[in-house]
């Protein structure tokens, strides 16, 4: 069965520091993976998704992989108060399957 | 110019009826799927489609059933409503890359 792990929070983060996220798969047939962003009463929202070894970044985001550990982190830099949200890890095998979701990691920046 | 849309945003309606979620995306893409969000926020994908076959159905009872009249429309049928299927229901359009999520439809079975 597949799974992803996440830890729930919430994690409490000053603003302007950096907030680390992270995120365990157990399918080795994944293939990428994504961060979400979802306000409540929202609908998840694509952050970045990653699928080589290594670290990618956009802006203030930095994604990072280590399939041999089977390990996703999302690095969100300069924390903003607008950033306070619940962050979803997904995993995608490939071909028409869907994402499997983690539960999701609520966020909450202090101004 | 919505990218995926569905309708209606909220349904209310009482156990035991039989209720219908459209979806629609105008971004061409040929695979579409259907989300269930429950009370605790956990997200976990119920159908997905692909130029109008049904690819997966990840032991989703039977009482629901996808109908797809076109590659820009999925919709979600719900027989025989039951408390439980009160949820967040999302559909996602989907490249490659990317799955775009529609806005929700908030199901409360009373």
């Known amino acids: 069965q597949k799974e992803v792990e996440q830890n729930s929070g919430p994690l409490s983060v000053p603003e302007g520091a950096i907030a680390s996220l992270n995120c365990t798969y157990s399918d080795r047939g994944s293939q990428s993976f994504f961060w979400y962003r979802q306000y409540s009463g929202k609908s998840p929202e694509l952050i970045m998704f990653?699928?080589?070894?290594g670290d990618k970044e956009d802006g203030r985001f930095t994604a990072q992989l280590n399939k041999a550990s089977q390990y996703v982190s999302l690095l969100i830099r300069d924390s903003q108060p607008s950033d306070s949200a619940t962050y979803l890890c997904?995993?995608?095998?490939?071909?028409?399957?869907?994402?499997?979701f983690g539960k999701g990691t609520h966020l909450i920046i202090q101004p | 110019d919505t990218a995926v849309s569905q309708t209606p945003k909220y349904l209310v309606t009482q156990m035991g009826n039989d209720k219908s979620i459209k979806c629609e995306q105008n971004?061409?893409?040929?695979?579409m799927y259907w989300y269930k969000q429950d009370s605790k926020k956990f997200l976990k994908i119920m159908f997905s489609?692909?130029?109008?076959?049904?690819?997966i159905n990840e032991t989703v009872p039977n009482r629901f059933s996808p109908k797809s009249p076109d590659k820009a429309h999925l919709n979600l049928h719900i027989n025989s409503l039951e408390l439980g299927d009160s949820a967040v229901y999302f559909c996602a359009s989907a490249t490659a890359n990317e799955q775009f999520f529609g806005p929700g439809t908030r199901l409360t079975v009373l």
């Open positions: 997904a995993v995608f095998r490939g071909g028409a399957d869907g994402l499997t």
């Open positions: 990653i699928y080589s070894n």
């Open positions: 489609y692909n130029n109008k076959e049904l690819i």
């Open positions: 971004l061409g893409h040929d695979t």
